[in-house]
């Protein structure tokens, strides 16, 4: 590393009025293309709330919420109240905006609310227009960034990480990742496998599917999690009425979506087609109560029946950490822009070729009929610039901690399993019958947040894999503890 970034001295100050005084931010300097290092630079916003307490200090925790696009400044602020004391005393806390994300030299591709809408279900009747909308993201993102697109990738931000590391003078680093931040971490410890220290990596991207894969993985992983929500409701039917077997209830969800596309439901002040049912419920299938519910309230209302009031989406179903979802971004268009970014300059493996999209679309509509066209449908990435270097190989033996639910609508469980046998030296935390997308919140009596602490805290890395069977309220029709659902935006879903 040059000898110019390494020895910077960040000027540490309050980050908000609004928010406490124990959060700082800061401003470090890094290579746009560390090939170049002597050549043009970015600026990383960082945070930071000094927690450590002396005699017990092991260094930092750096965290990053997912994504790719998702901001971090805030993620010490709020981890602080989430992590148990003997986590806290041994480190302080550090955040920071990605490159291209929120206050780190942010990018924009000046889209509109309907370009940012990244779920397009095939039919030959609008191929077309898929194939007019991918290429229009991809020339307005080149138009408003020029070259710079090339740089902003995950291997970028690794090092961006390990600039952070120096600059705060630390010889190793640990690390909280959810998401798309697994992967992120996954690729730092391949990079810089010496200065790698206690590693979590909670809901794990698959590296060997980064990432046209990944995007395909949620229609494979939505099947096994739909076939379970029709048995767990037809054993329901009295309260739901949905169909007492789980061929009929399976019957009444596809009979909705074919009404659904000749006359959209009109639900919650939107008009749904039958391609906006299968997309909205992908996720929901994942925690079946909530699902069925939802499911109920559509055929009522498209039976012309006014809908009753319905339960707000399980906690399970948010953002892998409120970090990803709640952080500002300095234009609409931001974490969108990112994430295309950098997962159409991350690896060269997407196709070129429209018709290729065209194929595998058809063919996994059928292999994967919730889901399958959207996962495989035409995306930016087919007009995109040519990488500026090899994807990643993560097969590195760093010893580190997996965390992962069974039912993961993000990172589905095959994907969780994909970075784990991926990682050597990894071990394992499985959440069987675990819900939702993300694992660790610091709750001291979950069993996945005691292995967590206890490797955080002491450096105790499992000597095998762990399962975990998940607390009462994650399992269906028990104590199901719900919370305010997010608002479904026009560029979700994220890792």
């Known amino acids: 590393m040059s000898q110019r970034f390494a020895h910077q001295r960040p000027a540490w100050h309050r980050c908000d009025a609004s928010q406490s005084a124990a959060l700082q931010c800061a401003t470090v300097e890094v290579p746009l293309d560390y090939a170049r290092p002597g050549g043009r630079t970015i600026k990383l916003a960082v945070s930071r709330v000094r927690t450590a307490v002396a005699g017990k200090r092991r260094g930092v925790l750096l965290f990053n919420p997912g994504g790719p696009g998702g901001a971090g400044l805030d993620m010490p602020l709020v981890m602080k109240d989430a992590l148990p004391e003997k986590v806290r005393e041994r480190y302080d806390l550090i955040g920071f905006d990605p490159r291209g994300v929120g206050r780190s030299s942010p990018v924009t591709c000046g889209l509109t609310t309907a370009e940012e809408n990244i779920e397009h279900p095939y039919r030959q009747a609008t191929f077309s227009h898929d194939v007019k909308w991918a290429r229009t993201v991809a020339d307005k993102c080149r138009a408003r960034n020029g070259d710079r697109l090339r740089y902003i990738t995950t291997r970028n931000t690794a090092r961006d990480m390990d600039v952070i590391r120096t600059v705060l003078g630390e010889r190793r680093l640990s690390y909280l990742g959810y998401s798309y931040g697994t992967y992120l971490g996954a690729v730092y410890a391949q990079m810089?496998?010496?200065?790698?220290?206690?590693?979590?990596?909670?809901?794990?991207?698959?590296?060997?599917?980064?990432?046209?894969?990944?995007?395909?993985?949620?229609?494979?992983?939505?099947?096994?999690?739909?076939?379970?929500?029709?048995k767990w409701t037809a054993r329901h039917h009295r309260t739901y009425g949905l169909g007492d077997t789980p061929a009929a209830v399976r019957n009444t969800f596809w009979d909705l979506v074919a009404r659904a596309d000749r006359t959209p439901v009109d639900h919650d002040g939107r008009k749904l087609t039958g391609d906006d049912i299968r997309a909205s419920l992908r996720a929901q299938f994942f925690s079946p109560e909530y699902a069925a519910e939802l499911v109920a309230d559509l055929k009522r209302t498209a039976a012309g029946h006014v809908a009753h009031h319905r339960r707000a989406a399980p906690d399970s179903q948010r953002a892998a950490h409120p970090s990803a979802a709640a952080a500002a971004s300095p234009s609409a268009d931001n974490g969108t822009a990112v994430f295309w970014t950098v997962v159409c300059g991350d690896t060269s493996a997407w196709p070129r070729d429209p018709e290729q999209y065209r194929r595998d679309a058809v063919r996994d509509r059928a292999r994967y009929p919730l889901y399958g066209d959207f996962g495989s449908n035409i995306t930016p990435c087919a007009f995109w610039g040519r990488p500026a270097e090899p994807v990643t190989k993560v097969d590195t033996g760093v010893g580190l901690l997996t965390v992962q639910n069974q039912w993961d609508p993000q990172t589905p469980l095959v994907s969780g399993l994909g970075m784990h046998h991926a990682l050597k030296g990894s071990r394992m935390v499985y959440v069987k019958g675990g819900e939702g997308h993300g694992v660790y919140a610091g709750d001291p009596r979950a069993c996945a947040d005691r292995a967590v602490n206890a490797y955080l805290s002491d450096g105790r890395l499992p000597t095998r894999d762990v399962t975990c069977e998940a607390p009462d309220h994650q399992r269906p029709g028990l104590n199901q503890r719900v919370t305010p659902a997010p608002e479904r935006t026009p560029q979700a879903p994220r890792f």
Request: glycine share 6%.
């Open 192 to 230: 810089f496998p010496r200065r790698t220290d206690r590693f979590v990596l909670d809901s794990s991207v698959d590296p060997a599917r980064a990432w046209r894969g990944m995007i395909q993985v949620w229609a494979e992983g939505a099947e096994p999690a739909f076939a379970r929500w029709t």
